[in-house]
């Protein structure tokens, strides 16, 4: 009996830490998405970032599909659309080209950056306002 409840315990642990996971990944790969941005931008390529943020089309699939399962708010899936945006740009400017130089191509980063981050607050204030109402 004592190894199912030690069994049980850590899949519960482990259940705990993956939601945490999937919760706070998409902000940390935004944030360095962002930051690795506008860093580029005055020439300063930190290899760190691709290592650490580096995101491909199956991790973020993936962590929609996710966030999806565990039936996660908006806001935790708002990171997840601006990394999509600016993989999209990124990868369409690449590849074909988008005819900006490169301080208008970075103020376009920035639009859609402050476009997603009013967003996550707008409803990170709804939601918790919502919260304290039911609360009270």
Not at 48 to 70: D, E, H, M, N, W
Not at 88 to 103: A, N, R, T
Request: charged share 20%; net charge positive; hydrophobic share 50%.
């Amino acid at each position: 009996m004592e190894k199912s409840k030690q069994r049980s315990l850590k899949s519960k642990t482990l259940y705990k830490v993956e939601l945490l996971l999937l919760k706070f990944i998409p902000f940390i790969l935004a944030i360095l998405c962002f930051l690795n941005t506008v860093l580029s931008y005055f020439g300063i390529d930190l290899e760190i970032f691709a290592y650490i943020g580096g995101i491909s089309f199956f991790t973020l699939l993936f962590l929609y599909v996710s966030s999806y399962v565990f039936k996660f708010c908006l806001y935790h899936r708002l990171p997840l659309h601006y990394l999509l945006i600016n993989t999209l740009i990124s990868i369409y400017d690449y590849h074909i080209g988008i005819p900006l130089d490169d301080k208008n191509l970075l103020v376009l980063y920035l639009i859609i950056a402050f476009i997603f981050t009013s967003l996550i607050i707008i409803d990170y204030v709804k939601t918790n306002k919502r919260d304290t109402e039911l609360d009270n």
